[in-house]
C-alpha cells in the first residue's frame, strides 16, 4: 500500500488493517442520483484521465483530519455512528473538492463546466482543500475518538477555495 495519510469518514466500523470492499457505486453517488445531481460525476468522468478512478465508483479521503471535520456534521448514518478513519489509498488522486460545487451552481450545460472539469482533473491553481480519489483503501487506524479539541480550520480553507473558485469560473 502507498503510504500517504489520508482521512475517511464513514458510519462503517472497521477494524485495523482492513481493506475495504469498492461498491459498485458510492453512497455520495447514490445520494445524487436521488437528488438529481448525478450529472456532475459523470460530467467529470467524460474528462477524467485515464489513471484517475471514476468519480461515482470510488473512495474518498482528505489529506487532513481538519478537512475530513469540516464535513463531519454533513454525514448522517442511518445506521450506526460516524466514524473517522486514517487511511492508505493505492495511487490516490487529488481534486479540489470544491470545483463539484461549481458545476452544482453553474447547472448542467453551461458554458464554463468544461473548463472547471478540466481543473478538476488537472488542476493548475492552489487549492486548499483536496479530496483524494482511489478504487483500494485501506484502515490504518479509527481516529474519531482523537478529534475533540481539534481545531476546525477546514471550513476557513474550503471558504478560501470558493473564493478562488468564484474569481477564476464566476461561479
Same mark, same amino acid.
Given at each position: 500500500m502507498?503510504?500517504?495519510e489520508?482521512?475517511?469518514?464513514?458510519?462503517? !466500523? &472497521?477494524?485495523s488493517g482492513?481493506?475495504?470492499p469498492?461498491p459498485?457505486h458510492?453512497? #455520495?453517488h447514490?445520494?445524487a =442520483?436521488?437528488?438529481?445531481?448525478?450529472w456532475i460525476?459523470n #460530467?467529470?468522468?467524460?474528462?477524467?484521465?485515464?489513471?484517475?478512478p471514476?468519480r461515482s465508483r470510488t473512495?474518498?479521503? *482528505?489529506?487532513s =483530519?481538519?478537512?475530513?471535520?469540516?464535513f #463531519?456534521s454533513?454525514?448522517?448514518? /442511518?445506521?450506526?455512528?460516524?466514524?473517522?478513519? $486514517?487511511?492508505?489509498?493505492?495511487s490516490p488522486? @487529488?481534486? @479540489?473538492?470544491?470545483?463539484t460545487?461549481g458545476? $452544482?451552481?453553474?447547472?448542467?450545460?453551461?458554458?464554463?463546466?468544461?473548463?472547471?472539469?478540466? !481543473? &478538476?482533473?488537472?488542476?493548475?491553481?492552489?487549492w486548499?482543500?483536496?479530496?483524494?480519489?482511489?478504487?483500494?483503501?485501506? =484502515?490504518?487506524?479509527?481516529?474519531? /475518538?482523537?478529534?475533540?479539541g481539534?481545531?476546525?480550520?477546514?471550513n *476557513?480553507?474550503?471558504?478560501?477555495d470558493? $473564493?478562488l473558485?468564484?474569481?477564476?469560473?464566476?461561479?
Amino acid at each position: 500500500m502507498e503510504e500517504q495519510e489520508l482521512f475517511h469518514i464513514t458510519c462503517n !466500523e &472497521y477494524p485495523s488493517g482492513f481493506i475495504v470492499p469498492l461498491p459498485d457505486h458510492t453512497l #455520495y453517488h447514490q445520494e445524487a =442520483i436521488a437528488k438529481g445531481t448525478a450529472w456532475i460525476d459523470n #460530467y467529470l468522468d467524460d474528462f477524467r484521465p485515464i489513471n484517475a478512478p471514476s468519480r461515482s465508483r470510488t473512495f474518498y479521503a *482528505f489529506g487532513s =483530519i481538519q478537512h475530513c471535520l469540516s464535513f #463531519y456534521s454533513s454525514r448522517i448514518c /442511518a445506521i450506526g455512528s460516524k466514524r473517522i478513519y $486514517k487511511v492508505h489509498m493505492v495511487s490516490p488522486y @487529488p481534486a @479540489p473538492m470544491c470545483l463539484t460545487d461549481g458545476l $452544482k451552481k453553474n447547472g448542467e450545460g453551461h458554458v464554463i463546466n468544461q473548463d472547471i472539469a478540466i !481543473e &478538476y482533473w488537472c488542476p493548475r491553481n492552489e487549492w486548499r482543500v483536496l479530496e483524494y480519489l482511489s478504487e483500494i483503501m485501506q =484502515i490504518h487506524e479509527d481516529v474519531t /475518538a482523537s478529534i475533540n479539541g481539534l481545531p476546525q480550520f477546514g471550513n *476557513f480553507f474550503y471558504g478560501e477555495d470558493q $473564493k478562488l473558485r468564484t474569481k477564476l469560473f464566476n461561479c
